[in-house]
T-cell receptor, first 113, second 112 residues
Framework: DAGITQSPRHKVTETGTPVTLRCHQTENHRYMYWYRQDPGHGLRLIHYSYGVKDTDKGEVSDGYSVSRSKTEDFLLTLESATSSQTSVYFC????????????FGPGTRLTVT | GIQVEQSPPDLILQEGANSTLRCNFSDSVNNLQWFHQNPWGQLINLFYIPSGTKQNGRLSATTVATERYSLLYISSSQTTDSGVYFCAVGGYVSGGYQKVTFGTGTKLQVIP
C-alpha cells in the first residue's frame, strides 16, 4: 500500500469555523490532489499540487485553499466551513504529471453542523 | 471537460456469477484507471488502462480508445468484490498538468 495518511479521519465542526485537513505521504511523489466525494457526484477535484509551493484549482475549488510547504504534506483549508462542505475528503498522490496510477489516502469524513 | 458515464449504476450478483461494468467517455484520453472503493471507503487502484487489455486474477479490463469505452470484467464474483467501481479518465493536455475526471460509479453487491 502507498504510504498516505490523512488527519483527522473524522471531524465535526460548526458553520463558520476554519478547518484544516492534512495529507501526508512517504512516497516522495511530486503530485498531490484533494478530492471530495458526495453521493451522486463521484469524486471531484478540489485542488492539486505539482510541486512544493505549486498548486492549482480543480473543478470545485470555491471555499477551499491549499498549501504545500514540503513534498510530503498537502494541507486543505476551509476558511469558514459551510454545511455544503459536509463530505468525505480524499487525498491522492501520483508520481507523474499525467496522474497515471493515482493512489488514495483513507479519507476524512467532515460534518459541518 | 471530458464526460464520463458508467453503467449500470447498481448491480446485484449471486456469488460465483460473472459481470461486466462499462465506462463511456466523451473525448480522446491518455489516462484511464479503474478503482474499487470497498465498503470501508478505501479506494484501491485496479488498473491503469488507456488502451488494450489487462488481467489481474479474476479481474480484467479492456479499453477501446477509438470507440471511447472501457469494460471491467469480474469473473466468479466473491462477496469481497462488493463496493463501488469507479472509472477515471484524463485527456491530452498541451503543457500544464493533467487532472482526471471520475464517473459516478457502479455499486456492486455480491450476495452469498
Amino acid at each position: 500500500d502507498a504510504g498516505i495518511t490523512q488527519s483527522p479521519r473524522h471531524k465535526v465542526t460548526e458553520t463558520g469555523t476554519p478547518v484544516t485537513l492534512r495529507c501526508h505521504q512517504t512516497e516522495n511523489h511530486r503530485y498531490m490532489y484533494w478530492y471530495r466525494q458526495d453521493p451522486g457526484h463521484g469524486l471531484r477535484l478540489i485542488h492539486y499540487s505539482y510541486g512544493v509551493k505549486d498548486t492549482d484549482k480543480g473543478e470545485v475549488s470555491d471555499g477551499y485553499s491549499v498549501s504545500r510547504s514540503k513534498t510530503e504534506d498537502f494541507l486543505l483549508t476551509l476558511e469558514s466551513a459551510t454545511s455544503s462542505q459536509t463530505s468525505v475528503y480524499f487525498c491522492a498522490i501520483s508520481d507523474n504529471r499525467a496522474a497515471y496510477e493515482q493512489y488514495f489516502g483513507p479519507g476524512t469524513r467532515l460534518t459541518v453542523t | 471537460g471530458i464526460q464520463v458515464e458508467q453503467s449500470p449504476p447498481d448491480l446485484i450478483l449471486q456469488e460465483g456469477a460473472n459481470s461486466t461494468l462499462r465506462c463511456n467517455f466523451s473525448d480522446s484520453v491518455n489516462n484511464l484507471q479503474w478503482f474499487h472503493q470497498n465498503p470501508w471507503g478505501q479506494l484501491i487502484n485496479l488498473f491503469y488502462i488507456p488502451s488494450g487489455t489487462k488481467q489481474n486474477g479474476r479481474l480484467s479490463a479492456t479499453t477501446v480508445a477509438t470507440e471511447r469505452y472501457s469494460l471491467l470484467y469480474i469473473s466468479s464474483s466473491q462477496t469481497t468484490d462488493s463496493g463501488v467501481y469507479f472509472c477515471a479518465v484524463g485527456g491530452y493536455v498541451s503543457g500544464g498538468y493533467q487532472k482526471v475526471t471520475f464517473g459516478t460509479g457502479t455499486k456492486l453487491q455480491v450476495i452469498p
